[in-house]
Every structure is written in structure tokens, then in C-alpha cells.
């Protein structure tokens, strides 16, 4: 949803995103909603101590359940 747009994105196994954050991986944030179920996400992964590297990619998130 429109709404979903700054909350955070998790991977629950290699090709599934979510919303929900329960035992699975923080990958990044909701970058801008394209429609209902996708959207496009701003992937964050830690490089040592320079920071984060940051990637805009779209990728279908799944609804919480």
C-alpha cells in the first residue's frame, strides 16, 4: 500500500520479501509504491565501517500475513 512507503523490508528466505520482521533479515526500506503488492525498494547492506551502500531496485513484497 501507498502507506507502506519508509517501512522496513526483510527477506524471509533467497527470493521473498516481506513487512514483517520475525526471525527474517532487514534488507532495506520501501522506496516508492508502484501498485498493490510491488514496489520499489532501497536496499541497505553494511560495508565494514565506510557505511552503507545503498541500491534502488524494484521487487514484488508480499503482504504481511
Not at 7 to 34: E, Q
Not at 35 to 55: D, R, W, Y
Request: hydrophobic content about 40%; aromatic content about 6%.
Amino acid at each position: 500500500a501507498i502507506t507502506d512507503v519508509g517501512k522496513p523490508v526483510y527477506a524471509s528466505d533467497d527470493n521473498a520479501f516481506t513487512l514483517t520482521p520475525s526471525t527474517n533479515s532487514h534488507i532495506g526500506r520501501v522506496h516508492r509504491y508502484i501498485t498493490s503488492g510491488v514496489g520499489i525498494v532501497s536496499f541497505e547492506a553494511a560495508k565494514g565501517s565506510v557505511g552503507l551502500i545503498h541500491s534502488v531496485i524494484p521487487a514484488v513484497i508480499l503482504p504481511s500475513r
